[in-house]
């Protein structure tokens, strides 16, 4: 099994910072890409950022660029999220997608997509 751990949320004043935290860990043999992802009340989830695991290449969503930076540390199969400049409209539940392979006892690669539980981020305007 997969598990994928998001922590650091909170609460925080418009124009505050925070920092989100996702860890992966379990059966895996390989983490190729890591993102997140955020879900407003009566919204559809939503990209936010994500990099692959091995590149330099990462993508953002237009309302959280020149605030959001996503980075990680591969040798742990963690991503961070640093948000800076927050107002109102980034309040969400945070969820960290993690895509990657096991590897099965016959051997053979088994692609896998775990989310993480989420985690509150409210900014107070």
């Known amino acids: 099994q997969v598990h994928v751990m998001e922590s650091g949320g909170g609460l925080v004043q418009a124009g505050g910072s925070l920092r989100l935290s996702c860890a992966a860990s379990?059966?895996?043999?390989?983490?190729?890409?890591m993102g997140w992802y955020r879900q407003a009340p009566g919204k559809e989830r939503e990209l936010v950022a994500s990099?692959?695991?091995?590149?330099?290449?990462?993508n953002y969503a237009d309302s959280v660029k020149g605030r959001f930076t996503i980075s990680k540390d591969s040798a742990k199969n963690t991503v961070y999220l640093q948000m800076n400049s927050l107002k109102p409209e980034d309040t969400a539940v945070y969820y960290c997608?993690?895509?990657?392979?096991?590897?099965?006892?016959?051997?053979?690669?088994?692609?896998?997509?775990?989310w993480g539980q989420g985690s509150q981020v409210t900014v107070n305007s």
């Open positions: 997608m993690t895509t990657g392979y096991t590897r099965k006892p016959t051997g053979a690669m088994e692609r896998f997509d775990q």
């Open positions: 379990g059966e895996i043999f390989k983490v190729v890409a």
């Open positions: 990099t692959f695991m091995t590149t330099s290449s990462t």
